[in-house]
């Protein structure tokens, strides 16, 4: 889906260091207008001013607004208020993007001072946690900051009132004593590793990827919005009571007619859209994969909110084992192979340092050629920003390295290793050798861990 509405004018969202530059090449020319907020060339102001309220003494301030795109995420508004009468100021952060059809988790492992430094964008409907020492951060405001940051406001925070608690309230203040030394140790890179989470219903809400990072370190994952999530959005009428909600739903289930499921055709059923929780359209049909099984592939769109998927679900039995498929890529010819990524697969190609974790994608049916140029154009153009001015030139070359090899892969310049690890063996790459075994792939059973089990919520069956 777009990152910005059709009509909206994606130049007016320049990088920071694209507006400094042209705000100083304004300064410098002879003819370059008094204010830096008016380009000499007639386009729209670079930093726009308007006079708000001022909620603290309810004279009129000065609010400052800068529009502008942040590295490997997308469009944001920086607001800056001030007041002359009394003082008061204020920063904050909006996204400029539209909600995204999926809320967003994302984990990190700080495991080094530079790690503190990572960005962190925490929009108004995103909680971040610090699972080690049990402190979650609620939604409020937004922010554009860093991990070292979140650290400090919680202690600037929680040390306002300790004078004061240290006699009204001694084992209250005890209590927070002890959690302003952890965090304080956490600051100074006394303590690694700890876990960093970033979740957000909104979708809008971010942590600073670097090139070439495990899933362990860093990892994000997109999920539906509950009822509740979409209610406090804004998404859903919240005078609107769940109750009817789940009687439209009914309705749909009721009216529908049993049908023989043929794979000659597209089958076509009421469902409920993820996003909105309204009725919506669901289309099915059945494709046979021969030597592998038959799967679903299914395509949903919701006239209501707009939300639109396909994905490609496998049925069966759960098998015992998972599977791990191994494909040595030595021809471009290879690239051609079908290829069935479940949503649970993870794909790894250690010569590229690509890692991608379980869920990203969602399930795919296409080509090889077709999976990694989905996943050049993912990371080129949603994750990778070259004009970005915050990217050291360490990191901007280690970026240029990792999707130019990503490239020539794709173009069959390259030979590779692809690995496709499926915990429930419900994935498939084509044995363009078939029915006799393919000598540059390998097939291997393996047993799931104890956390893939629960993941996958298996220890919760009973047979």
Known sequence: ???????????????????????????????????ANTQANGEPQVVQEIESLCMNCRENGTTRLLLTSIPYFREVVLMSFWCPHCGFRNSEIQPASEIQEKGSLY????????????????????????????????????????????????????????????????????????????IQEMIDGTVFPFEVIVDD????????????????????AEYFRTQ???????????DQDAEEVKQESERGVDSQQAEP?????????????????RRCDTHMKLVDIPHFKEVVIMSTSCENCGYKSNEVKTGGEIPPKGKRITLKVDDPEDLARDILKSETCALTIPELNLDLTAGTL???????EGLLREVYEQLDTRVFNETSDSMDPERLERWRTFLQGL????????????????????????NVYAPDPDPNMKIEEVERTAEQNEDLGLNEINV
């Not at 969602?362 to 090889?368: I, M, N, P």
Request: proline share 7%; net charge negative; aromatic share 6%.
């Open 228 to 238: 509740q999530q979409n209610e406090a959005l804004g998404l859903v009428n919240a």
């Open 1 to 35: 889906m777009p990152l910005l509405p059709e009509d909206k004018n994606p130049s007016l969202f320049q990088p920071v260091g694209s507006t400094v530059e042209a705000i100083a090449h304004d300064e410098t020319r002879d003819d370059a207008p008094d204010s």
């Open 407 to 430: 490239q020539d892969a794709v173009d069959g310049k390259r030979i590779f290793t692809l690995i496709l690890d499926d915990p429930l063996a419900a994935s498939y790459l084509q």
């Open 362 to 368: 969602g399930g795919r049916f296409t080509t090889l």
């Open 107 to 182: 984990k990190f492992q700080v495991e080094s001072k530079e790690d503190l430094n990572r960005q962190v964008v925490k929009s108004e409907s995103c909680d971040c946690t610090f699972p080690s020492i049990s402190l979650e951060i609620p939604h409020q405001r937004g922010q554009l900051t860093t991990v070292e940051g979140l650290l400090t406001e919680v202690v600037e925070d929680l040390s306002q009132n300790q004078p004061v608690r240290v006699h009204t309230e001694p084992e209250a203040y005890e209590k927070i004593e002890a959690v302003l030394a952890k």
């Open 201 to 220: 219903p909104a979708g809008n809400s971010w942590i600073e990827l670097s090139p070439g990072e495990s899933h362990e370190k860093w990892s994000k």
């Open 261 to 277: 499921i043929s794979n000659d055709e597209v089958h076509t059923f009421q469902a409920t859209c993820p996003s909105c929780l």
